[in-house]
């Protein structure tokens, strides 16, 4: 992840992580910190607090962690019955998850116990799993707060909170939780909050219960989104199914994701790419965990190559080898946008991100452009302007069947500039249907 260009390149040894932890990185294949654990890893380990501005994918997982094993480590703590040493907050039970085996991954040599609380399951396996005590909890607010109302976990001896994808948890209506839990915990703590964007709420956040924090903010070594390969196809929104069924078809498609906006579009967009024999599985919040939970398990090994997801469900999820991010349908958030190419070109890769945009999304794709200051390579005539459908106009055009009408296209335009990337200026502008390469062997998930 980062480049090789400096001279004086900054070593996992010279950080000062104990023995156990340099090990397990070194296992992992990680030959240098990122620039985000370059800086927030010290001061983590000093026990201040911090704010710190960072995406995924720039390896902030890894930022947080590896301290508090660190910690843990050496100081030998051990928890309380019913106690935990640490707390991760994060806002999906997928992240949640997924921090989770992360802390297994680099607490190999180390063995911490680590339990993860969420909704949608039931209660009495995490309070068995937290009994003992644990040394570091992985948490959504929402269940956490119910664990804490029951007694089954006690933070009166917890040190320290990490509060991951804050402005996510934010826009999930969690900050009154996230308030709760940091008024009930001890005030000789330490506190890092981490967040993509720094809306004013997460600012307030901060000034009420962080104190004196470093402010950290890192864009990745390379921005991802320069390695994407971004353009927009203008069609009529019936015109949309047939094309993604067809562009997924390409050979190059190796392993993609689908954006929609509602929840019940991923669900008929995954029906539909199934029934052109393709493998393809929803994941969104209306699904239950143990689906989600199979979906993503299934999707990173490869069983199932094609996602369809809402913007919550994908969010943070860090899957490697996704070679295409379709936009289906453009978020009405721009910030969502950069979100969610960003869950190609990962690892050094590139990729590619193609987005539909029918006549009512034309004001989305303004905005997005002018958030990352290009304009988009566009195929097909812009359509004719509409105003953004209403949450049940948008469900009734997601009912609707496709037509199977010629999508209409025609050839790129050259490049705008270095950012706004080409998406194969070197083929042809129609998608080429080449036969299935992967058949159909789940349904959709649910
Ligand atoms: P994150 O931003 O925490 O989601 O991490 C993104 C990806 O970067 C994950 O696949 C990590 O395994 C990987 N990663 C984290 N730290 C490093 C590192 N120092 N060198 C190489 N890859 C890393």
Redesign the pocket.
Known sequence: ??SNESVDLTQ?SDLGLAEKLLRA?AE???????PI?EAVIPVMMEGRDLVGI??????????FTLPLLDRILKLELTPQQRGCTAIILAPTRELVA?IAD?IRTYGRFSKPAVALVVGGTKHGPQIKAMAPGVDILVATPGRLLDHMSTGAIRLDKTSVIVLDEADQMLDLGFMPAIREVLRKMPKQRQTALLSATMPKQIRELARDFLTDPAEIAVTPASRPIERIDQSVRHMSHSDKRETLNLLLKDDDVECAIVFTRTKRGADRVAESIVKSGLNAAAIHGNKSQNQRERTMRDFKAGRTTILVATDIAAR?L?I?GVSHVFNYELPNVPEAYVHRIGRTA??GRSGIAISFCDGSERGYLKDIEKLIGNPLEAIGDPQPFEDPPTKKQGQQANNRRPSFAKPTQRKPRASQSANSGKVDGSKPSRPRRSRPRRKTTSAVAG
């Open positions: 992840m980062l996992f990185v992992e294949g990680y030959t240098q910190p990122t654990q960072a995406q995924t994918g720039t390896g902030k997982t890894a930022a997924q992360n943070g860090d490697d990962r690892a």
